[in-house]
């Protein structure tokens, strides 16, 4: 296995971070690459009003997700629980008595690769792992890293890589953690990560999470789910206002209920459960059984006590998973919009994608029928409320007598 360690501090992590350790995947012909954030790095001082470690672990987990590699990008809590200040050396050590026969490179920054020589046991770290630099101008692959890459190799017999990246991202973790204290900056990180920043008040960044603009909305939805749900959630968004316009609806409430409406999508049985508890929610059997019909309610109850929305928009988020009798428009548009935005791909769904834009009764009917027919075929027990749903709205269409 060929393993590429890709440490620091990650104060925040940035695109520069996510372009490097992409580009160095395919350079170095990588099989997997670890995020490996240091607790108390050794070489400097972190602000002491900044980010717990594992408050950047999550920022370097959620940044990593982003790369949607699963499998070959990995983040490592290596150094975050061992005790003392986090030495290289004693991470490649650790890394090469779990995987004796892996090739380690060792990923770093200009500016880490010119001072290796001053680390502590840099004849360990040369040892045990190649070192590979990412110059990020163009001045940086200049005569200064020729000589100092000569000089590793003659020095501790290192092999050493510089690799020129094709596209940059010229930003410091430590410029940009004065750009967000300014209310600027968010350019340089993904969407995640600036949600988690936004929802957890990181770097002066301090907004009222009950009235964010709708930019500052989707991150912090994007930071609370996976980055492989962040497509399903935008083509809802656009689905559910171009809806809402054809209907006559609120766009602004259609547009927020779609960013809001899988943002505890990815809490586990017991996390959905306190949720439960905490806010009242009453459960039937069916849904004490089936996690996934649980993330409809708790989103709906955090959307409204954490970020404001109204009662309407908790209403279409709360009733999205399986629908109900008697639903109103928004409740009606957020249901089929979920349905059919475009990266679904199931039979039917262009049926469905046109009859939702002629009569949004019978789509979103249709939509129950198929739902149900989907969990009668799977062996799977049908929420009643989805059948109360379908009934009512053939009842009020005239289907039924």
């Known amino acids: ?33 670890w995020f490996v954030p240091a607790a108390t790095p050794p070489h400097k001082v972190l602000p002491a009003d900044g980010p717990t470690p594992e408050q950047r672990m999550a920022m370097v987990e959620l940044a990593a997700d982003g790369l949607l590699l699963p499998g070959r990008v990995k983040v490592s809590d290596l150094e975050l629980s061992r005790p003392g200040k986090s030495y290289t050396a004693d991470t490649l050590e650790q890394l090469h008595a779990r995987y004796p026969d892996a090739e380690l490179w060792f990923l770093m920054g200009t500016d880490m690769f010119l001072t290796l020589q001053n680390w502590r046991e840099p004849e360990v770290i040369t040892r045990l792992a190649g070192i590979c630099t990412f110059a990020r101008t163009q001045s940086d692959s200049g005569e200064m890293l020729s000589i100092q890459a000569e000089y590793l190799q003659k020095t501790f017999g290192a092999r050493t890589c510089v690799l020129q990246l094709p596209h940059i991202v010229d930003v410091s973790s430590t410029r940009l ?21 936004i929802r957890n008040r990181l770097y002066g960044v301090d907004y009222d999470l009950r009235h964010l603009p709708d930019r500052e909305l989707r991150a912090c939805s994007y930071s609370m789910i996976r980055a492989k749900r962040i497509a399903h959630i935008q083509g809802t968004e656009q689905e559910a206002v171009q809806l809402a316009r054809r209907w006559g609806a609120d766009e602004e409430s259609a547009r927020r209920a779609a960013i809001l409406h899988d943002c505890t999508k990815y809490l586990d049985m017991d996390e959905q459960l306190q949720l439960c508890a905490k806010y009242g929610i009453v459960l039937d059997e069916l849904e004490q059984q089936a ?5 409809s309610k708790t989103g709906a109850c955090v959307a409204r006590d954490v970020y404001g929305v109204s009662d309407a928009v908790y209403e279409a988020i709360f009733w999205h998973t399986t629908g109900k009798a008697d ?66 709205l053939r009842k009020s269409n005239g289907k039924e007598p």
């Open 1 to 33: 296995m060929k393993l590429g360690i890709y440490g620091g501090t990650f104060n925040p992590p940035h695109l520069g971070h996510l372009a490097a350790a992409r580009f160095a995947l395919d350079a170095l012909e990588l099989d997997e690459l």
């Open 291 to 295: 996690v996934k019909l649980l993330h």
């Open 177 to 197: 953690r004065e750009l967000l204290a300014k209310g600027e900056g968010r350019e340089y990180l993904s969407p995640a990560v600036y949600g988690h920043i």
């Open 327 to 392: 639903m109103t428009l928004l409740e009606k548009i957020l249901y089929i919009a979920d349905y059919m935005e475009p990266t679904r791909d199931f039979p039917g769904v262009e049926r469905l994608r046109e009859l939702a834009y002629q009569d949004l009764d019978a789509a979103v009917c249709l939509g129950c029928e198929m739902s149900i027919q989907e969990m009668k075929e799977r062996g799977l027990p049908v929420h009643p409320n989805t059948v109360k749903a379908r009934d009512w």
